[in-house]
């Protein structure tokens, strides 16, 4: 699919969102499988105060119970060291693998994002592990 951004922001803090699932009228991010929920996940992006200015942090939260893995970048996505887990507001950071039914989210951070025009600083890219035979 390749390497993808998010835009706009949702709260005055918000820089920006995407929300991740099986329906295509309710998400951003349509997965396609039986595994994934219809609304499965949200992705968002938080301006925030640290010191010599602001920042943005980027975050997961999971929707309606859903459970996602997050692998560190060298990791066997087969690994039973890693659990399903129902994550509220956490922190990713460039390298995180979000594991989502059989589908990996890659997050990256972005060289020199132009944050004007409320662009995040890291991007994502999907990779049907299925399909990649990864499974």
Known sequence: MGWFG???????????TILVGSD????????????????HAEIYGNL????????VRMYISSKNG???????????????????????????????????GPFEIRVREVEDPDLSDEESPYEFELINLREEGLL
């Open 66 to 100: 859903g459970m996602i893995k997050i692998l560190p970048p060298d990791a066997d996505v087969r690994d039973e060291y890693y659990r399903w887990e129902v994550l509220q507001d956490v922190e990713l950071r460039s390298g995180d693998r979000l594991i989502i």
């Open 6 to 16: 998010l835009k706009g922001g949702q709260a005055e803090t918000r820089t920006s």
């Open 24 to 39: 295509p009228e309710l998400t951003d991010l349509v997965l396609e499988d039986s595994q994934v929920l219809s609304i």
């Open 48 to 55: 925030e105060d640290v010191a010599g200015g602001q920042m």
